[in-house]
Antibody, heavy 116, light 107 residues
Framework: QVQLVESGGGLVKTGGSLRLSCAAS????????MTWIRQAPGKGLEWVSY????????KYTDSVKGRFTVSRDNAKNSLYLQMSGLRDDDTAMYYC?????????WGRGTLVTVSS | DIVMTQSPATLSLSPGERATLSCRAS??????LAWFQQKPGQAPRLLIY???TRATGIPARFSGSGSGTEFTLAISGLQSEDFAVYYC?????????FGQGTKLEIK
């Protein structure tokens, strides 16, 4: 069965860095676009970034552009989100999800807390 | 950015009733519209994509309609497990954006 497991979240100081990972299993990872979506505590959903199957096409929402970098390793069935210059408003649960127009599978999320 | 506006913010209904949730886009998103359900402490769950196609395993009591700027999610015969927060999301123009959510609560 399809599984997505995020890791790497935690407490980090304002301006710090963190690398999130998403381990995929149960499907051919290299066949699918992958997506990062976040949700601040008690708030709605925000699409952060997506990456194409071969990493040739990548998009970021404006608020993270220049600070976050999405990547993937198809040989390791893994998706990554390198986050730097973290701000208080980056505090959120970060979810990885499979696909682009049909986000049918999500991980359980990893919590990132940014605090000075 | 395309702004997605959901109404109402909260909908109070009883089990067995029919729920109608609305989503309006600030500009046309064609049929590139999805609906998600989220329960506390859980990741969102895809219900509908392409405005009206039910995702795998989603019961027939969930139906989506609309195109352009006006969309509706209908849930017939509400069951206890349907009380949750519902989000619409457009994937026609980047950045893909979500509505602020409609909380469906038990009356």
């Amino acid at each position: 069965q399809v599984q997505l497991v995020e890791s790497g979240g935690g407490l980090v100081k304002t301006g710090g860095s963190l690398r999130l990972s998403c381990a995929a299993s149960g499907f051919t990872f290299s066949d699918y676009y992958m997506t990062w979506i976040r949700q601040a505590p008690g708030k709605g959903l925000e699409w952060v970034s997506y990456i194409s199957t071969t990493s040739g096409f990548i998009k970021y929402t404006d608020s993270v552009k220049g600070r976050f970098t999405v990547s993937r390793d198809n040989a390791k069935n893994s998706l990554y989100l390198q986050m730097s210059g973290l701000r208080d408003d980056d505090t959120a649960m970060y979810y990885c999800a499979r696909g682009l127009e049909q986000l049918g599978y999500w991980g359980r999320g990893t919590l990132v807390t940014v605090s000075s | 950015d395309i702004v997605m506006t959901q109404s109402p913010a909260t909908l109070s209904l009883s089990p067995g009733e029919r729920a109608t949730l609305s989503c309006r886009a600030s500009q046309s998103v064609s049929s590139k519209l999805a609906w998600f359900q989220q329960k506390p402490g859980q990741a969102p769950r895809l219900l509908i994509y392409a405005a009206s196609t039910r995702a795998t395993g989603i019961p027939a009591r969930f139906s989506g309609s609309g195109s352009g700027t006006e969309f509706t999610l209908a849930i017939s015969g509400l069951q206890s497990e349907d009380f949750a927060v519902y989000y619409c999301q457009q994937n026609n123009n980047w950045p893909y954006t979500f509505g602020q959510g409609t909380k469906l609560e038990i009356k």
